[in-house]
């Protein structure tokens, strides 16, 4: 693919998510309806071209690669089944599991770079394990202390294994971006992973708390940071697959 092509496709990508990013959260806030669900379709479709347009321009076929794309693909199949019936628990099901998904296929990207540019590193770091159980931990607190909550078994399950997925994930992009630009790397691929996992974990945070308090439901401004980290987060992996892998 020629290069300003390239540039050209990327840039129009991201500028059509940042434009349907607020159409979208604009007509959410009622609820679900046909135009939100066309808007944000059309933002996941962006976050999931700026990566594909990277894997062809590219022709990076590391694995790395492939898991986020992988998983790019499995978060746009969540938010169409989050928003293709409104009150359906069984589609709402579906969107969560492969959100889920995707974020086990982030956390399989981020060691499958670690074995490529830091053979010598454990997969399994004690320090990382250590850090994800510490944030779930502190979350549950916080989460307990803030609302008085008297979880059942079966949520406070679905909350560990979540968080620590999450966590994980959220640990291991930053470690791995810190170690990349340490080695010399260039500062663009370690920052769009650090940052993207980042976001990630920021923003299913937030939406916890929307999910949990009924008084943060009409919050705007924190739905508004949901869904612009969510985008944002999505989209800044997507181009870590221009740097990250292809060597």
Request: net charge positive.
């Amino acid at each position: 693919m020629d290069k300003t092509l390239f540039i050209t496709l990327t840039i129009g990508a991201i500028v059509i998510e940042a434009v349907f990013t607020p159409f979208f959260l604009h007509y959410q806030r009622p609820g679900i309806c046909l135009k939100s669900f066309i808007c944000k379709m059309i933002c996941a479709s962006m976050f999931l071209s700026v990566g594909l347009l990277a894997y062809f321009y590219t022709g990076n076929t590391s694995e790395f690669a492939k898991f986020i794309l992988i998983g790019l693909s499995s978060s746009w199949v969540g938010d169409l089944f989050l928003h293709v019936k409104q009150g359906s628990k069984v589609t709402f099901g579906i969107g969560m599991a492969f959100f889920a998904a995707a974020h086990v296929l982030y956390l399989v990207a981020y060691s499958k770079a670690t074995s490529l540019y830091f053979p010598d590193n454990s997969l399994v770091a004690v320090p990382e394990i250590l850090s994800a159980i510490a944030i779930v931990a502190l979350l549950y607190i916080l989460f307990n202390k803030k609302w008085h909550f008297t979880f059942s078994a079966p949520v406070i399950a679905v909350f560990v294994v979540y968080g620590l997925i999450l966590a994980t994930m959220f640990v291991k992009a930053a470690s791995f971006g810190i170690q990349y630009i340490a080695a010399g790397k260039p500062v663009a691929g370690g920052l769009s992973l650090a940052f993207g996992g980042a976001l990630f974990f920021a923003s299913d945070i937030s939406l916890v708390t929307i999910m949990i308090d009924d008084k943060l439901k009409k919050n705007y401004r924190l739905k508004d940071f949901n869904i612009g980290s969510y985008f944002l987060a999505q989209t800044l992996l997507a181009i870590s697959v221009l740097f990250i892998g292809n060597i």
